[in-house]
């Protein structure tokens, strides 16, 4: 695959806080227009990775290239113009909670288009049917479920229509059935063949359903990679246990 | 007013304010804290450094600016009103006490109009709207930063040191003077509304004794001084605020902090305006 192919690259990143190296040389690459799992235990240095992608930290060392353009040097300026082809769908949904639901996701619509205000509130209505929730335009976010408040963010973070998607822990706080509707919802959006998904995850049922694609952090490094199917296979006994965990659940329930 | 009389409801005022800010600050002494303060000092003025350059480069986020006045200044005026009315009738009151005994009763709207528009008036309204306006931006950005929503803006691709630091940095400068004006007035009103229930004294007749003596400077540099203090309310809480960690302890002590370190810095940094209005304009200033 050409680099011009890949939509994120990952190379050598190092990050640490406070003397401790939380991501130590990490090096991936994810293709456009595929699904891409980051899973790991807390602590391992998922989201961080995600903040790193967005420019939301710099590293301190190693390349950070989002299509084709390396971020870790950019100013503020620049930052903002590879900003405008991502989103970013927050653990916690990130809703402005002064905003309405619509207000919302109008926000990137009114401060990055020309768009007309009635053009904005079909845009908004379009977006927030895709998620299920054209009903609740008006509510505010505190006024709405944890499943809801992610739907409105992923609404957001898809204004503008973005060619990456980075998700920070779509499952977390949310039950099975909510689950598996945000994933069906990242499904659909990787199947449109138009946007690269990036999800970060330690929910290992999730990542099977969404992932092309795994990787496995472990103390901030790699310790597997592959589709689903490889890392089934690996001898790594961390990654083992780590893929054997959903089915272990399934079989705890049963039993 | 007598100059005593003056000084004397004055310090009790600032003795008030002072007793309650240290207390807000003074905790026990540990080893490092004087490296703490200076290194907190610094990161504060790095951060008006980054405010001021950023203000004069795009984008200049005008309707964010707006909106922020709007919530500032207009918000403020309620109680900017009502506590420049009370300020008034009890300056009026004092003023009356001291200038009886010396039969100079006529001199009471002038003493009253010099009080309030040269000191009174600016200094109570920075300290008003450092409690109304700076506790406020110092909580909304702190529960923004440990709810994400000012990463949430950055993923935006909207610069959130200029969306949100700096439209209230100079929604703060601009509506600082205009609250002082409005505070300078009510108080006049409420100097009025105590003397005429006394005196019996006409509205025109209040107003040719209140401003005989000032000129427009003497309203002009006092007022704009306070664009100074709109300067540091805006700047230490939004700091305080953006800088917050440390969930909901974290954004209640950001609130208090942008308070009392806001309400401190303003009446040092008044005292040093005075001593150079007095220096550079000794011929015009009160």
Redesign the interface.
Known sequence: MSASEQAIRFEQVTKSFDGRRVIDGVSFDVPARTACCIMGRSGSGKSVTL?LL???LKPDEGKICVNDVGIETLD?AGM??V??T???L???S????SLSVADNVA??LR??TRMSETEIAASVRERLAEVGLESELDKMPLDLSGGMRKRVGLA??LALKPSILLVDEPSSGLDPITTREIDKLLIDLKSSNKTTVVVVTHNVESARRIGDALIVLHEGRIIAQGTPRELDESKNDVVKQFMSSDLEVDHDIQG | MHPGALLHSTSAILKGILAATMDGILQPASPGLMRAVLSEIGLLSAFAVRAVRAAFQRPFELSETVRQIYLAGWRSLPLVMTSGLAIGVVLSMHTRATMERFGAEALIPAALAIAMISETGPLMTGLLVSGRVGAGIGAELG?MRV???I??L??????SFHYLAVTRIIACMIALPILTTVMNFSGLTGGFIAETAISNVSLQLYLHQAFAGIGFMDYALPTLKTVVFGFIIGTVSSYLGYTTTGGSEGIGRASTRSVVFSSMLLIVINVLLVRIILLVFSADAL
Do not use: C, I, N, W
Not at chain 1, 94 to 97: E, G, I, P, Q, T
Not at chain 2, 154 to 159: F, P, Q, T
């Open positions: 903040k967005m420019g939301l503020s903002v113009q900003r405008k991502m989103g970013f927050f653990q916690y990130a809703l402005f909670d926000f990137p401060r990055h957001r973070a | 529960g709810t994400e929503q990463d949430a950055e993923s935006l691709a909207v610069d």
